[in-house]
């Protein structure tokens, strides 16, 4: 299990970090929102486009084509049911030109390969424990 941290910067701007590397992420549409980074939403759904450019690519490399020009641009809708806001649909368009017409079929496939499409498919457990400092909650 690959551990990442979270941690609050400022207002309501996070830093993450994962194996050295940091994303910083903000909540749009807030009042105390100051365009830090892209917001958890848009961070998941940008993770969702890598991982499927990743895929293509890894394609691309086995088929023999090129994967130059390889883009992937995604847009995303939020539901709200119960007072609870969720994303309620993604929509992913791979723009691959070096992919020839005859292959694109095993491309759409290996893209739905990626394990965040997976993920989705069948959501993981999500188990959230809050710890209070010395002295707060029970006791």
């Known amino acids: 299990m ?7 910067d400022h207002d309501l701007a996070f830093n993450a970090t994962v194996r050295g590397h940091q994303v910083r992420l903000d909540m749009p549409g807030h009042p105390r929102f100051t365009n830090a ?12 486009g890598g991982c499927i450019g ?14 130059a020009g390889l883009r992937v641009d995604l847009s995303f809708t ?10 309620s649909s993604i929509y992913a368009e791979v723009e691959a ?10 491309a759409e496939q290996a893209a739905r390969n990626c394990i965040l499409s ?5 959501p993981p457990e999500l188990d959230i424990l ?8 029970d006791g």
């Open 130 to 137: 809050v710890r209070t400092g010395p002295g707060q909650g």
């Open 118 to 122: 997976n993920t989705l498919i069948k």
């Open 97 to 106: 030109p070096g992919i020839p017409a005859h292959l694109v079929s095993q």
């Open 78 to 87: 939020l539901a709200v049911g119960n007072g609870r806001k969720r994303v």
């Open 37 to 48: 980074g892209p917001s958890p939403v848009e961070l998941l759904v940008m993770a969702i």
């Open 54 to 67: 990743i895929h293509v690519a890894l394609f691309c490399q086995e088929a023999g084509v090129s994967a």
């Open 2 to 8: 690959s551990l990442i941290s979270v941690a609050l």
